[in-house]
């Protein structure tokens, strides 16, 4: 038994993705291209499989096998963070830095060691 199977690439695609217009529009890979990966249940290249993951705020290793290697112990909402800081410029992630660092104070947590290594 294969253990890389596409179509559970698609299918794991399909959970992620409510349409395909956002990963398009994100990717520039072409609406008729999805569709014949999915059809032929074919996984794309490499770079087209690193575009969608990254769209989908996945990883390709994900997409591949439904696994998620570990790479944080970070909370989902602390990741979350991350993402949309990591959507602004460099002047707005040195505010959201400093907002960050400023809660600190306010709400110490005793697993704050890895939220400050994401936001370093």
Same mark, same amino acid.
């Given at each position: 038994? #294969?253990?890389?199977?596409?179509?559970?690439?698609? +299918?794991?695609? !399909?959970?992620?993705?409510? !349409? #395909?217009? %956002? =990963? *398009?529009?994100?990717?520039?890979? +072409?609406?008729?291209?999805?569709?014949?990966?999915?059809?032929?249940?074919?996984? %794309?290249?490499? #770079?087209?499989? =690193?575009? *969608?993951?990254?769209?989908?705020?996945?990883?390709?290793?994900?997409? =591949?096998?439904?696994?998620?290697?570990?790479?944080?112990?970070?909370? %989902?909402? $602390?990741?979350? &963070?991350?993402?949309?800081? #990591?959507?602004?410029?460099?002047?707005?992630? !040195? &505010? $959201?830095?400093?907002? =960050? !660092?400023?809660?600190?104070?306010?709400? %110490?947590?005793?697993?704050? $060691?890895? *939220?400050? $290594?994401?936001?370093?």
């Amino acid at each position: 038994m #294969d253990e890389y199977n596409a179509e559970m690439f698609w +299918k794991r695609y !399909k959970n992620l993705a409510e !349409k #395909d217009l %956002p =990963v *398009i529009l994100k990717t520039s890979i +072409k609406q008729s291209t999805l569709s014949t990966w999915r059809i032929e249940k074919t996984f %794309p290249r490499a #770079d087209q499989a =690193v575009k *969608i993951a990254t769209s989908l705020h996945t990883s390709v290793e994900f997409l =591949v096998t439904g696994q998620e290697q570990e790479h944080s112990t970070c909370s %989902p909402e $602390a990741l979350e &963070v991350a993402v949309q800081v #990591d959507k602004l410029n460099n002047e707005g992630k !040195k &505010v $959201a830095l400093s907002v =960050v !660092k400023g809660l600190e104070t306010q709400f %110490p947590l005793d697993n704050f $060691a890895s *939220i400050k $290594a994401v936001t370093e």
